[in-house]
């Protein structure tokens, strides 16, 4: 815990993914708040904060992996506790929002998760919400209070300007139109150009989809597919299959959340995909592809924290790029 002006900061973290949070506050020069959290034997989460936050601004991180369910609920329960317990304000960091892919009705009767996710924390308690690259921007209309919607593309231009030097050679692939803007926005940045590829959902399987089409030049060109999430792989993989056969030179991988779900590992060493960079939202997987290479988050989550803890401008951290 630190002070600022009367003022004192206390990060606590659940179970999904602590060495996030061990990173977080290291940069931060600060210890976790401790938490004692367990379980009771019916597999409910009990939840005790072990000193005194009293008039502390808390920020709780918790990546919805794993158990999302349990994540998700772990978060809801520390911020409960830490409200009873007397805290100034309690913001719920989660960099990955778990069902932030159901954000609309796409077919009748369906529900909208991305909504009812937020609901449960604000109603828990939450005063303000940080996130890391939302699936929709949207999602932070479904919360009445602050939202703060991280940007994890400064980290990852930074890995690729030491990666890819050569512009010219460069092309920044969008898998699906619904990318399009992101990708706009890394071409603007690395100064090469962009094509677009048109996937085509199944209507009957869940997690399946196949590239199509493709809009631009890729022939002898390094490509770069851009994405929010990997979750099984299939979009990406089938991606650079489209690529290659258009006559890609080399094909990589960048996104913020590498979900990487079965058989998303089989997908990516069979695939001719040459590297998928992704950061640090998401544990590393225990067995994770040779191919698959992690990017600490940690410092961009920390200056996020820093700037909201002591009221300067997220944007301005940001360079303006948020």
């Known amino acids: 815990m630190t002070s600022l002006a009367g003022r004192k900061l206390c990060i606590m973290t659940g179970r999904a993914h602590p060495g996030l949070a061990d990173e977080v506050v290291k940069e931060l020069g600060i210890k976790l708040c401790p938490v004692d959290l367990g379980n009771f034997a019916n597999g409910e989460i009990s939840c005790r ?13 918790q990546t919805h992996c794993g158990n999302v369910n349990d994540a998700i609920m772990e978060q809801a329960i520390i911020i409960d506790a830490a409200k009873r317990a007397s805290a100034a304000s309690v913001t719920a960091v989660c960099p990955f929002l778990g069902y932030a892919r159901q954000d609309r009705k796409s077919a009748a009767r369906e529900p909208i998760t991305a909504r009812l996710v937020i609901d449960l924390l604000a109603v828990a308690g939450a005063d303000r919400i940080m996130s890391i690259d ?54 603007g940045e690395l100064q090469c150009s962009i094509a677009i590829i048109h996937k085509q959902r199944s209507t009957s399987i869940r997690n399946k989809s196949e590239a199509k089409y493709l809009f631009g030049d890729v022939k002898g060109k390094t490509c770069v597919v851009i994405d929010d999430m990997i979750d099984t792989a299939g979009t990406v993989c089938s991606a650079s299959e489209i690529l290659m056969e258009n006559g890609a030179k080399e094909v990589y991988v960048v996104a913020t959340h590498g979900v990487l779900s079965d058989p998303a590992m089989e997908r990516i060493e069979a695939s001719p995909i040459k590297e ?36 300067h401008s997220l944007s301005a951290m940001l360079g303006k790029k948020n």
């Open 49 to 61: 904060i072990t000193e005194s936050i009293r008039g502390s601004d808390v920020f709780i991180i």
């Open 134 to 187: 939302l699936h929709s921007g949207q999602t932070q209309g479904f919360f009445n209070g602050q939202f703060d919607h991280i940007i994890a593309r400064p980290t990852l231009i930074k890995y690729m300007n030491k990666r890819f030097k050569d512009r010219d050679d460069l092309v920044i692939v969008s898998p699906d139109a619904g990318r399009v803007k992101s990708a706009e926005r890394y071409s």
């Open 276 to 311: 998928v960079i992704v950061t640090s939202t998401l544990p590393e997987k225990p067995h994770h592809s040779k191919k698959v290479i992690y990017l600490s988050i940690a410092p961009l989550l920390a200056g996020a924290i820093d700037a909201v803890f002591r009221d």
